[in-house]
């Protein structure tokens, strides 16, 4: 076990973990143009790449940094990477596959810097980096086409081949965990969690790793159909750090599927959330006390050990959201159920 490890599973036992929030939203704001996403490096690529986010670790570290930096200085505990579709099998829209080792290692690489240099300012609060596996455009589970129920669009292997991969890069970068998340489709996981499973065999070592579903609409599954128990039956064959929801709803829709993972999960739980639901031009209009406020109903009920943001989050909301966190002790995990 590394000593970073160590200081992460000391640090879940004597408080509440605070996640950053989200990194596109922040990165909206610079109002990029597709030069900004090109840079030198993909100068020459031929498909358009604005929208790419993943690639600015390479082309514009410096915004990447200063997010990270912004989070952190908020209150925030882990950073996520800037990987959040940093597989082959997302990376081929763009025609960008032979990137993605260097995207997942750069991003890793920049988020580790800034923990690490906000660790040395206050060794009391070291600072941790979750390597984002995104759930990519694919699903294993449904098929894409309304005429061939039994097509799929990506198979388990090439998944498992494209989670190893990034795996692979974001930990020698330098991350602390493994964070798959968003998850729609549990197969697609559960490809993931195999190839990092692969990976931790033939590295000889391993390191925690959260999961992270998110509940699509108010029927309470994912979109492949699950519900909050079936999906965590479904990813506790494998040891994790966590296990919790993110996206898709705000604070206040997620907290009945959270009071299921804390009932029934031998695991620390996790949720970041949405600032609210996006109104009717796209935008999240919940503001940071608002959030905050609701999050705290989490923690009245203990059922929380990591808290953050995702869509329409921003510094200010994770600032909120650490000040409340810091008020109330750590949930313990349910011991009595079986792995």
Partial sequence: MSN?????????KERILVLDGAMGTMIQRHKLEEEDYRGEYFKDAEKPLKGNNDLLSITRPEIIKDIHRQYFEAGADIAETNTFSGTTIAQADYGLE??????NYESAKIAREVADELTAKEPHKPRFVAGAMGPTNRTASLSPDVNDPGFRGVTFDELRIAYRDQAKALIEGGVDILLVETVFDTLNAKAALFAIDELFDELGFRIPIMVSGTITDASGRTLSGQTAEAFLISVSHIPLMSIGFNCALGASQLRPYLQVLAAKSQYNVSAHPNAGLPNEFGEYDETPEMMAEQIEDFLRENLINVIGGCCGTTPPHIRAIAEIAAQY???VANQEVEA
């Fill in 4 to 12: 970073r490890t160590e200081l992460l599973e000391k640090a879940l």
């Fill in 98 to 103: 032979d990137a993605v080792y260097k995207i």
């Fill in 329 to 331: 002790q750590p949930r």
